[in-house]
């Protein structure tokens, strides 16, 4: 039995796409290594111990990607723009956080398909973020 092509290959959705909870767990994981060591406007509006920020957008991209709910129940209704008012994120910042995310997904070996998916999707949410000139 052959499965629906959708946007991100083959899968029935792009979490199962991408490789699943661990594969995300180390996307994001590295993609806060990279904030961490490169990014000092974007490590700047972090707190100083990191490690919730690393399990919210890890909630939040298994929950967004098809996988199990585990963002709402922590941390209820995502109103992502609305979370991230608080922040001056212009232009400069959008693209920054974009290409350690890219990165992120580089050195996860993220490819093909869902690459093309996500490099789309998560754009346009980066996008939507922006709240400053
Ligand atoms: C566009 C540039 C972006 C900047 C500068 C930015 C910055 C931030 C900052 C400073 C926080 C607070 C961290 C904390 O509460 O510990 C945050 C939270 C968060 N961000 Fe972003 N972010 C951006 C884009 C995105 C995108 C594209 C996503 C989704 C793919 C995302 C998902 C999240 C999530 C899930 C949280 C936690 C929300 C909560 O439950 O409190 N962010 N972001």
Same mark, same amino acid.
């Given at each position: ?11 029935? %959705? ?5 490789? +699943?909870? +661990?594969? =995300?767990?180390? #996307? ?5 290594? $990279? #904030?961490?060591?490169?990014?000092? %406007?974007?490590? /700047?509006?972090?707190?100083? &111990? &990191? ?5 919210? =957008?890890?909630?939040?991209?298994? *929950?967004?990607?098809? +996988?199990? /709910?585990?963002?709402?129940? *922590?941390?209820?209704? !995502? ?6 008012? !608080?922040?001056? #994120?212009?232009? &400069?910042?959008? @693209?920054?956080?974009? %290409?350690?995310? +890219?990165?992120?997904?580089? &050195?996860? @070996? ?8 996500? @490099?789309?999707? $998560?754009?346009? =949410? ?8």
């Amino acid at each position: 039995m052959t499965r629906a092509n959708h946007p991100w290959g083959p899968f029935d %959705t792009p979490f199962e796409a991408v490789g +699943g909870e +661990g594969k =995300l767990r180390s #996307i994001v994981d590295r993609f806060y290594d $990279i #904030i961490d060591a490169e990014a000092s %406007t974007l490590r /700047a509006m972090l707190p100083k &111990d &990191d490690s919730a920020s690393r399990d919210k =957008l890890y909630w939040y991209l298994v *929950e967004w990607s098809g +996988g199990p /709910a585990l963002y709402s129940p *922590e941390r209820g209704h !995502p109103a992502m723009r609305m979370r991230h008012l !608080p922040f001056e #994120i212009g232009a &400069d910042e959008v @693209d920054t956080w974009l %290409t350690c995310f +890219g990165r992120a997904l580089d &050195d996860n @070996d993220v490819t093909g398909q869902v690459r093309d998916f996500l @490099d789309e999707r $998560i754009g346009a =949410l980066a996008l939507h973020m922006q709240n400053q000139p």
